[in-house]
């Protein structure tokens, strides 16, 4: 049965995808927001990006679908990640999904509603050159949110593996450290052993001398 330290990547994975299909769809929409956020073009850079927008908007629901899915792939990786959390790594995941969830809130708000008056045509107390940089300036800050989720996820992983390698080398050293100490005792109960058996030989010699009978004399007589 898989654990839920085995769904931890599956997690981390899901929220990295959906992060960096994200950052790929608003890439789409560059080479026109570059014109009229950045470069202030002409007139027909307005056009260009509010028929993009509008497209964009009248597009098959499936592809709107598509990327809600993704997204909610995201937030499905964030679930996993914090339902047990690391003490150490649990405001790590908490400031990834806040960040992930600005990005969606931005999104609903802005971006939707943008792409609504592309549609209709209404925009409410602005014009339509200001309602197409208002949609533009709102990927950019979802732009900033969803690296930031990026980096603290590239920043957690690199926490936890710079860990284990520290667990990792601290335990060789003690499995070194113990296997030089097992065998410094083993070579020390030899030398005792050796040691003992010379006393012992010794005390051996000694009690065979000590055991062996004495020659007896005998004087010669005088004729």
Known sequence: ????????????TLIIASTCFGLGA????????????????????FVNSLNH???????????????????LLGLIGHFIKLYKPEEDAKYFEYGSLGLFMIGVIIYLTNLRTGINSCISGEWGEV?????INVIAASQVMIIF????VLLLQGGLYYAQ?????????????????A???????????????GNKEKIIDDDIEIISETAKPKKKTTKKRKS
């Open 1 to 12: 049965m898989m654990k839920y330290k085995d769904l931890v990547p599956i997690g981390t």
């Open 127 to 131: 014009d339509s050159a200001t309602g």
């Open 53 to 71: 927008y509008k497209q964009w908007g009248e597009s098959p629901m499936y592809t709107h679908y598509i990327l809600h899915f993704i997204g």
């Open 26 to 45: 608003i890439y789409g929409n560059l080479p026109y927001d570059i014109h009229t956020l950045w470069l202030h073009s002409d007139e027909q850079s």
């Open 161 to 177: 593996w710079y860990d284990e390698k520290l667990k990792s080398e601290f335990y060789a050293k003690e499995a070194e450290e």
């Open 179 to 193: 296997a030089n100490a097992a065998k410094q005792q083993e070579v020390d109960e030899v030398k005792a052993k």
């Open 145 to 148: 949110v969803l690296f930031g």
